[in-house]
């Protein structure tokens, strides 16, 4: 054995009794370094989970802020009723668990070979015109059910 190497188990008790004297660890040698970066990374370009989550969050806001104006829009011209308030609070927990599918659906298409951007907004872009065409059919129909 080399002997300016120390062996591992040797070391993981030396860092264990600097940590418990509140001592940081030590670092590991030049050559363990060097022998720990020669193993490529083959997750180097992807983000992590939580960027992926944070990414579609910051997309959930324009997503529901679409549907929100819709919807409004769509009342205040039918008159508005403050009884479909109460009906469209149901929609929108519905409209909002739906769109937990597109991190997932990213997800399995980018394991496919797609490129995630694309991937991402096309999700995007579709989920949403499906929720738009679901929240005007869905409006349309409380609206008319409230004049009755």
């Known amino acids: 054995m ?40 083959i997750r180097a370009k992807e983000p992590t989970s939580m960027e992926v989550f944070f990414a579609w969050e910051k997309l959930r806001l324009a997503f529901n802020a679409l549907l929100l104006v819709i919807v409004v829009f769509m009342m205040l011209r039918a008159g508005f009723n403050p009884l479909a308030i109460v009906f469209f609070g149901e929609d929108a927990v519905l409209a909002n668990l739906c769109y937990c599918v597109g991190p997932v659906a990213e997800g399995y298409l980018c394991w496919l070979g797609l490129p995630r951007i694309v991937v991402r907004w096309l999700v995007l872009l579709f989920g949403t015109l499906i929720g738009v065409v679901l929240a005007v059919e869905r409006a349309a129909e409380l609206l008319k059910r409230l004049d009755k």
């Open 2 to 41: 080399n002997g300016d190497r120390v062996p591992i188990d040797q070391r993981n008790a030396d860092n264990a009794a600097d940590i418990a004297e509140g001592l940081p660890p030590s670092a590991p040698s030049l050559a363990e370094s060097e022998a720990a970066s020669a193993i490529p990374d």
